[in-house]
C-alpha cells in the first residue's frame, strides 16, 4: 500500500472514465465530493481519455498502448489515481505493467503509476480509513460484486461497510451477488445471446431479494442490468455506489427520466 503524504492530504487524481463522462456524469460529481471528504486535494486531469481497455481486450496492443502512454503522462506527479469503476481501475493496475513488460524505458515507469491506482470505495476505506458515509438512504437496497473489481482488485467488503453505516438502508444480499451480469464489455456485443442469458439470470436475483434498489460499483454493469431490468418492466432503480454514499441519490436512477 502506498505511504500517507506527510501533510496528511493526499494529492488525488480522479480518472473519471469513458462512461461516466458520456452517460453518468453524477457518478464522477459523487466521487469528487466523497474524496474531498475524505480530506483529499482531487484534481481531473483534462488530457485524461479511455483507460484504453477496449482495444486491449480486442487484441489491438499498439492502440491500446498508445492510449497507456498517454494516461501514465496526464496522471503522473500525483499520490493517488482513483477509479470509480473496478473495471477501469483494475485496467491501469494491472494490466498497464504487462503491456508494457520488457520494455526498459516504460516497464518501471507504468509499475510506478500501477502502484498508485485505487477503484473509488476501496481507496476510502482501505487508504483512507473510512468506516461510515455521512449519508441517508430510506429503504431496501442490494449490492452486485462486478467482475473486475472483485476478482483483480478484491473489492467486496469495502462497499458493504460503508452501506450499512448509511442511515436508513437495509442491505438484501442477493444470490450469487459475485456472478457475471453478462455484460464484459465487447463481449455483450460479441456473444448477445450469451449475455441476455446471464443478465436474466442476475435479474432474478435482484428481484428476489425484493429490494427497491439496485447499487455496483461500475457503469457498465449498472446500464445491462439496469436496461434488462427496464425492459421487463421491474420498478427496482439502478444507482451507482458512489451516488448513495455520497448523498447524491436524488437524481433520476439510471435508464430513468428526469
Not at 456524469?25 to 483507460?51: N, Y
Not at 460503508?162 to 437495509?170: A, K, N, T
Not at 447499487?215 to 432503480?237: F, T
Request: charged letters at 20%; glycine letters at 10%.
Amino acid at each position: 500500500m502506498s505511504k500517507q503524504p506527510t501533510d496528511g492530504r493526499p494529492k488525488v487524481a480522479l480518472f473519471v472514465t469513458c462512461l461516466v463522462d458520456l452517460f453518468r456524469p453524477s457518478v464522477g460529481f459523487a466521487s469528487l465530493k466523497l474524496l474531498e471528504e475524505a480530506g483529499c486535494d482531487v484534481e481531473v486531469p483534462m488530457a485524461q481519455t479511455c483507460c484504453g481497455q477496449p482495444a486491449y481486450n480486442s487484441g489491438d496492443r499498439a492502440d491500446a498502448r498508445a492510449i497507456a502512454e498517454n494516461t501514465i503522462h496526464a496522471f503522473e506527479g500525483f499520490d493517488y489515481i482513483v477509479a470509480p469503476s473496478g473495471s477501469c481501475a483494475g485496467m491501469l493496475r494491472k494490466h498497464y505493467p504487462q503491456l508494457f513488460s520488457g520494455d526498459p524505458n516504460w516497464e518501471m515507469r507504468s509499475r510506478v503509476f500501477a502502484e498508485k491506482v485505487y477503484e473509488l470505495v476501496s481507496f476510502l476505506v482501505d487508504v483512507r480509513g473510512l468506516t461510515k458515509a455521512a449519508a441517508a438512504l430510506a429503504g431496501s437496497v442490494t449490492y452486485h460484486d462486478s467482475c473486475s473489481g472483485l476478482r483483480e482488485l478484491n473489492v467486496k467488503a469495502q462497499p458493504r461497510t460503508l452501506l450499512r453505516s448509511v442511515e436508513g438502508l437495509d442491505l438484501v444480499e442477493m444470490k450469487d451477488a459475485d456472478v457475471c451480469c453478462g455484460f464484459g464489455g465487447t463481449f455483450c456485443v460479441k456473444y448477445p445471446d450469451i449475455s441476455n442469458a446471464i443478465v436474466e439470470k442476475k435479474t432474478e436475483a435482484i428481484a428476489a431479494t425484493g429490494a427497491g434498489t439496485l447499487l455496483a460499483g461500475d457503469l457498465g454493469c449498472l446500464m445491462n442490468m439496469a436496461g434488462k431490468l427496464k425492459r421487463q418492466g421491474s420498478s427496482v432503480e439502478v444507482r451507482h455506489v458512489a451516488e448513495v454514499l455520497a448523498g447524491m441519490a436524488d437524481a433520476p436512477p439510471i435508464g430513468g427520466r428526469g
